[in-house]
């Protein structure tokens, strides 16, 4: 099955029709900033100007950064706060005149590495972590994902950890690899006390750099850099938008 999928992020929108049985983008996928505040209606006129590079009429898949009920986002992070309470379905299917469903982006990219990336054949419990803008958290247990997950505003001294060790926050606070890996080795350790998983899988922009910062955290638990690398948030909403 084709699926657009689209990511929705804090710095840029992201999207490419998507064979859903093999994962692969079928095309070059298509980025346009994120319109300043990140309001509902400018962010739906990008995503709709995104299908429309691709002549697209098909469904539509849309991972969000923020919890997604029945399509319905129920707080705001990284974006508008004018989006709570929205049915952001409804909003992105009459603006795009597709069928559009909403995830949450951490869940969506969760979803693309354990169907064809780090976490495939993983039956444990496997623990994706973005970071960008945010921190976003996606967990699963033999294969299921528990869903709107988020643990980036675990409380870190005193503040969200996303706020200390997203990868928004390294380049705010202008951190070394070696400082930003101290960081998110501490919010790690946190996770790792809670949860006990049998694998991390670090998603979102930065894991490209990934050998700059996993080399130096000391985890007893594996961590592996996303397969899919920033393309795992296009990939699994599209998966989600076929489930
Ligand atoms: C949001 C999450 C999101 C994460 C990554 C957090 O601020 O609350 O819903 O998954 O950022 O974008």
Redesign the pocket.
Known sequence: MEVLGIDV??SGIKGAPVDTKTGNLLAERYRIKTPGKAEPEPVAQVVDKIAKSFNWTGPIGIGF???IKSGVAM?A??ISPNWVGVNANKLFSEVTGCDCTLV???DAAGLAEMAFGAGRGQHGTVIMI?L??????AIFHRGKLLPNT?F??LEMKGQDA?YRASDAARQRDDLTWKKYAKRLNKYLLAMEKLFWPDLFIVGGGISKESQKFLPLITLETPIVPAKLLNEAGIVGAALAAKR
């Open positions: 992020g804090g950064p923020a919890p707080m992070a990284n949450n982006d951490a973005t960008g803008t945010g921190i976003g958290t988020e980036g505003h996303e």
